[in-house]
């Protein structure tokens, strides 16, 4: 309990008011948003004026969201709150002799139902471009080491432009999306971009955030990756360009530094001007539980793919 | 700062990111803000799935929002939080001699430009009914008693079925609103409704978290008012009937008890079965100012008008 200058039981009796039925959950989690909230009011001395503004900024948020776009999604990320839920979710205890790779936010701009394709296939289409990208590696399980069979990696990253597909009316539907499916030795390989900073969307509420905060829209040179495999926990992360700018301020705050990753000149292929080597390491569902934090939901990032 | 498991230097890097040119008022409210959003996730370790879930419901409730409804306005009316921030807005300090009539919420179904009518009128219209009221009172100042000349009342209510016009389609534009400018001895009186309990619209984000608290989604009867004068601090209120169900458990916590009013049987009068007397005190920007609490804004009420 806070002290200060307003009804000292006015929280209480907010929180009160929930029923005997409500789960133990939901109460908890309740009863915790209400005392911070109103802590945060009472700190501040919150206005009307101030807190109609902040009210319109989440309704806008929601009224420019839909299937192509989570503006709500955006304005928690410039909170840094995706990145914070992803470490709550995901992170493993550090006794953990080594480690799965590190997960990064989904963002708003995964789609569903990318196009399945064949090891070797190119996800650029009516792009020219001398950034063209050889990706390539492993998917293997983090304890054993060996090779994980029927990994689908789904990938998605932006035009040399800037923009995803889905934001830009003259790319081809799905364009730079694509989801490949590893056979019994767990290799992948691709043809993709090297991938450019970006501004995130600046013309909603996230982008008004930005602006009153005084702090730039971009994120760093990054390609999205969400992988599954059977029996063992989804992987929704992002790797990032050592050379790219923004890597220490990124506007999402989704950096990882084993997710850093070295584009190499590559010589002798006519389908590419960089070679991309990186290896995804999985844990088990029951692995990841042993070695999880409290309050992991193992079906997470599965269950996310039927949210978005 | 919390102690916890997880990265102790993330939240502070998030605030860090403020820019030189943010405002000190938005610096202050953003770095608050930041630390309890990321302390209530973390003591709650909130995973992805719950704050997918959190998200989809602002996200809703953006989308429900238009001239006509505030679902965002509801979720945080069943939260307490337009009743606090109200509470912050207008409290007075305690050593005032004599107090202006308490405020309470504006709630999300104000509308402006109610219709212009002359003292003595009637705000029903195309509803039978064996509750209606004749509402009377002055406009004083709450420190010389003198009434005030020029004040407007802007009054409305639900119908007997629990909607207020907009909601309902059977009911003509504007019924159950009115505005009334008081003359030179401050008095006002009309003809009225004694309101019934009602439900908050329950089809809604706000429906959805009352039902998740195991909570009922009940007002008890009460009356709208929004009164400007020259010189004087808008009052934002509503009156109770004491005979009400949900006095005590309001679903949007903002019965005061100063505000509880008694509908008399009246005789004498075809037009009314009861009668309602009460007067309204209002303090100048001044009084107001030299009374008040830290982060009022004197302009609150004026400009919230402009917002709704």
Known sequence: ??????????????????????????????????????????????????????LELMNEAGRMSDDRRNEGQLVCDVFGLET???????????????????????????????????????????????????MHGTVTDFLSGKPIEGAVLDVWHTAPNGLYEQ?????????LRGRFTTGKDGKYNFYCLRPVPYPIPYDGPAGKILQALDRHPYRPAHIHFLIKAPGYKPIVTQIFDRQSKYLEDDAVFAVKD????????YQGDPQAEFELHYNFKMATFEDAKKHSVAGTTTESATSLGSKI
């Open 1 to 54: 309990m806070t002290t200060h200058k307003y009804d000292p039981q006015f929280t209480q009796a907010v929180i009160n008011a929930t029923g005997p039925k409500a789960t133990p959950r939901i109460r908890q989690i309740t009863a915790s948003l209400i005392q911070h909230l109103h802590d945060f009011t009472r700190e501040n001395d919150i206005t009307i004026d101030e807190w109609m503004a902040g």
């Open 258 to 265: 084993s997710l850093i990753v070295d584009f190499v000149p």
């Open 167 to 175: 934001q830009d009316p003259n790319q081809p539907d799905m364009n």
């Open 84 to 134: 914070l839920v992803d470490e709550i979710t995901y992170k493993l205890a550090s006794d953990a002799k080594d480690e799965p790779t590190a997960t990064a936010i989904l963002g708003p701009f995964y789609r569903h139902e990318a196009p399945q394709l064949n090891m070797g296939d190119c996800i650029v289409s009516g792009i020219e471009s001398t950034d063209r990208t050889w």
